[in-house]
C-alpha cells in the first residue's frame, strides 16, 4: 500500500510508530524529521527509520503517509508548511493529544486531493524523546481516529491499516467528542498529578516528608514528570474543554472540603464509595467499546525475577498475555499484578498453570 512513510517528529510516539512499522513493512522507506540532528541520529540506530533529514520538503516529498508526531502547536504549524510538497493522492495523520485545532486547520488549508485523518493512540509515558520509543507501546492500546461527514474512506482505511500494523485498536469518534473526553481521562489527571507535587513542594520541609511517599501518592504523580512543552501546547489547544473539567474539579473538591469541614461522615462515605464502585470497572468484563479481557490476578513475592517466572511459564506453553498491570508493590512485602487474555481458555490455563507452580492467583 505504502512506498514510502514520513514521520514529522521522531521522539517518543513517532519512533515507537516507527520502530513498530520498520519492524512489519521491510520494503517501505521510513523517512525520519525532526529538528534536533542527534534524535534522527539515534532514530536511525535504532532502526525506527531507514533514513533521516531535517528538511520537511525533503522528507515529505513523495511520501503516502504522513504522520504528524510533533508537539501539537508545531504539528498544525508544520500541516501548513508542508502543503506545497505533498503529491496528489497523500494522506496525513497526527498522534496528537487534541484534535479539534488540528482537523479545523486541516479542512480549511487541504486542496482536495490531499486527505487529513486525524488520530490519537491512548499509550504514552512520561519519558520523551525516542530513546524511550517502543515498538510494543500500541499493542492492545485504543488508538483514536476523528472523523466527520467529509472524512475521506480510503484515507481511513489506510490509516486503520496502518493502526492495525501497530496492534492497536481503533475507536472512530468527532473531534469535539475526542477532546471532551481525553480532557477528562487525561488532561485533568496531569493538572492534578502537577498539582498534587506543587502542593507538597509548597510546604516548608517538603523534601524531607517527599521520602516518606508510599502507594498514594507515587501512583497519582508519575505523570508529573511528563514533558513540559507537549503539556502546554495540550493545555492550551483544549483550553475550553479543559477549563470545563478543571471547573467539575473544583466542584467536587468543593464537596469532600464541605463534608469534612461538617464531619459529615455519611457524606465523606458516600463520596468514597461512589468513586470507588465507578474505578473497581477500570478494566472490567468490557473494556469501552471493546470485548471483554479475561483477567487474572497473581499475589507475588518481591523477590527478583519473580515476574520473569510468571511469563517464562506461560510462554513455555504459549499463552499470549494481552495486557499486564502491577496493582501493588511495597518493599519487602508481596506485590500483585493483573494479567489479562484474550478468551476465557487462555484465562483458565494461565490459572491453573501458576496455581501448580505454587503461586497465589485468582479470577478478577
Ligand atoms: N507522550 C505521550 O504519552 C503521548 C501519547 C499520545 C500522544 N502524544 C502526542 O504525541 C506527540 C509527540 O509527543 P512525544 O511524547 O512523542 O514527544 P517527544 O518530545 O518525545 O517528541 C516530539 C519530537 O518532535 C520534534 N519536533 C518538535 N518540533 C518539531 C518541528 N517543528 N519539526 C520537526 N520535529 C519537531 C522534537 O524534536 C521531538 O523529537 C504530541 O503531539 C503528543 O500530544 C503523546
Ligand atoms: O501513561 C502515560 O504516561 C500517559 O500519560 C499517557 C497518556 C495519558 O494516558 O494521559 C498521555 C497523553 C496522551 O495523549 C495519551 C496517553
Keep these: ?69 510533533a508537539p501539537v502547536a508545531q504539528s498544525v504549524i508544520l500541516l501548513e508548511r508542508m502543503l506545497p510538497y505533498l503529491s496528489a493522492g497523500t494522506v496525513i495523520t497526527d498522534v496528537g493529544s487534541t484534535k479539534m485545532e488540528i482537523t479545523a486547520r486541516a479542512a480549511a488549508l487541504l486542496p482536495g486531493d490531499i486527505y487529513f485523518v486525524g488520530g490519537h493512540p491512548m499509550a504514552g509515558s512520561e519519558i520523551s524523546g525516542v530513546l524511550g520509543a517502543d515498538s510494543h507501546l500500541f499493542e492492545n492500546a485504543y488508538y483514536l481516529l476523528t472523523i466527520n461527514e467529509d472524512t475521506d474512506v480510503a484515507a481511513l482505511s489506510k490509516v ?42 509548597a510546604l516548608p520541609g517538603w523534601e524531607s516528608i517527599l521520602p516518606l511517599a508510599a502507594g498514594g501518592f507515587k501512583d497519582t504523580t508519575r505523570i508529573a514528570m511528563s514533558n513540559a512543552v507537549m503539556w502546554r501546547d495540550i493545555f492550551l489547544s483544549n483550553r475550553e474543554k479543559v477549563l470545563q473539567v478543571l471547573a ?29 464502585k465507578v474505578r473497581a470497572a477500570v478494566p ?21 525475577g519473580m515476574i520473569a517466572d510468571v511469563t517464562g511459564y506461560l510462554g ?8 499486564i498491570e502491577i496493582l501493588r508493590v511495597r518493599e519487602g512485602h508481596e506485590g ?3 494479567l489479562a487474555f484474550i478468551d476465557e481458555f487462555r484465562q483458565e ?15 478478577r
Design 248 to 276: 467539575d474539579f473544583n466542584m467536587q473538591l468543593a464537596l469532600f472540603k464541605e463534608a469534612v469541614e461538617k464531619s459529615d461522615d455519611k457524606k465523606i462515605m458516600g463520596l468514597i464509595q461512589e468513586a470507588a
Design 160 to 201: 486503520k491499516y496502518m493502526v492495525s500494523l501497530l496492534g492497536a485498536r481503533t475507536v472512530e469518534l468527532a473531534p469535539e467528542e475526542h477532546d471532551q473526553s481525553v480532557a477528562v481521562i487525561s488532561h485533568l489527571p496531569h493538572l492534578v498529578a502537577y498539582t498534587l507535587v506543587n502542593t507538597l513542594a
Design 336 to 338: 500483585t499484578i493483573r
Design 316 to 323: 513455555e506453553l504459549d499463552i499470549n498475555i494481552s495486557d
Design 349 to 363: 490455563a494461565a490459572l491453573r498453570t501458576l496455581q501448580e507452580q505454587g503461586f497465589l492467583v485468582r479470577k
Design 284 to 304: 472490567a468484563k468490557s473494556k469501552g467499546y471493546f470485548p471483554a479481557l479475561y483477567e487474572i490476578v497473581v499475589t507475588i513475592p518481591d523477590r527478583p
Design 1 to 69: 500500500m505504502f512506498k514510502k512513510i514520513a514521520i514529522v517528529g521522531v521522539g517518543l510516539i513517532g519512533g515507537s510508530i516507527g520502530l513498530s512499522l520498520s519492524n512489519k513493512l521491510t520494503d517501505v522507506k521510513i523517512t525520519g524529521i525532526d529538528l534536533d540532528k542527534e534524535n534522527l541520529r539515534l532514530a536511525l540506530e535504532l532502526g525506527a527509520v531507514s533514513e533521516t533529514t531535517v528538511s520537511l520538503e525533503e522528507g515529505v516529498r513523495a511520501a503516502e503517509l504522513v504522520i504528524l508526531a
